[in-house]
């Protein structure tokens, strides 16, 4: 009796060492493979933005960093060891909780190593449902649009429906985006003289910063001068600054022009194609497209640099024609728009608007250089992750990249003095 249950938990413990055996092989075939997919996506975004994006030399001289070498040190940390599988098994799991440090260990890395600049960041589902939004109102409009259907067929990539959980996620026509009701700030500064509004974000809802601003314009409608101050405001939606602002204080149709440049590749001309058929129908750009070089033959752009220059295949010169709104509210006093190093993409661009349409004097320091520039959000193969990456270049009239040196002001205030006293001091003078 006891030589036959010796055998049986022999029998048993052999079993259980080969069956946790088994599970080991297994489990280490699993991280094997989950981790080469991860570099694959990690790659494949590398060779996006060199193919693509002609913004990699500007933010290396900008932060002064060798970009590749940046990007080999953040990929070494994609490793088995990095990441806590807890109790996770099966592939499935173990995939889900590898697409999660990617996202947040390694893409966002690269997020803070780059600055954000050239707009090099993963999607938030929070972005992810405002940009379905975009794209859902975009062929509503017009179900033609180009650019709506291009992004509409990228939602449907099984891989990023999986990582977004898109099936329990709410994908409203009219997006969540940001309701603050304490996005403008208004003040009277000197009674019947300066007037001052500040605005934190281009993310919130136009109608409610709208409900603030009327009574705000039509009260200080007869003043002398009105400050909109858009210092630390990181950008969002360009249309918030055009329509509540140029559109409704303007008597006149204001003109915006400039050009963006971009490289010659499918993904990138294909998307330029969507974005001057997009701008055209939903914002009212007219976008001519020609080779770079006839523009350079042109216009010059001295002070551009020849690595830059060099990479620039085509050009769409941009033109924007503002009417006033219906419900306009003409200001004829001056304006003042203050900038500074936090003011981005969004708030930049109203920075290249005011000063190309003489909307407002631009007063600050320079800008961050995270430019409104057309852009592609790419999903990678085996994670689903949407990562952004700009592929237009915006020079200044000079040729000076404006992501790698901002956007300069009009009246540059010297670091260290306040803006706001700055541009006060400037109108007590007489300007």
Known sequence: MKRFLFLVITALVLTACVGTGTERTEHSQYEEQVIENLLYDFDYLMLFMEENSPLIGPIERRLGIDFREEMLHIRSRITVENIDFGNATTLEEMERVAAQFFYDDILMDITMTTMSLGHLAPTSEESLIDHFARVQRYLLEDETSLLGYLFYEMYQDPVLARFYNLDDLCLETHGRGAFDKDNITTAILVEGEVAYVSVASFMNSIEMDGDVLRPFFEEIQDFDHLIIDVRGNLGGFMNHFTYL??????????????????????????????????????????????????????????????????????????????????????????????????????????????????????????????????????????TGILFRVDFGFMPDEDGFSQEEFGVQPQHLVPFGDDILDYVLDMIMEGG
Do not use: K
């Open 245 to 382: 602002f140029m559109a409704t204080l303007s008597d006149d149709v204001q003109v915006v022009s400039y050009p963006e440049f971009f490289r010659r590749t499918d993904p990138v001309l294909e998307h330029v194609e969507a974005y001057i058929d997009s701008s055209r129908l939903h914002n009212g750009f007219i976008g001519t497209f020609r080779p770079a070089a006839d523009f350079f033959r042109e216009n010059p752009m001295p002070h551009m640099h020849s690595a830059d220059r060099a990479l620039l295949d085509y050009v769409v010169e941009w033109e924007l024609f503002i009417e006033p709104s219906e419900e306009n509210i003409p200001f004829n006093g001056e304006i003042w728009l203050l900038v500074d190093h936090w003011s981005a993409s969004a708030s930049e661009n109203a920075a290249i608007y005011s000063m190309s349409s003489g909307f407002a004097t631009v007063v600050g320091y320079e800008t961050i250089g995270v430019l409104g520039a057309m852009t592609v959000s790419i999903p990678l193969p085996h």
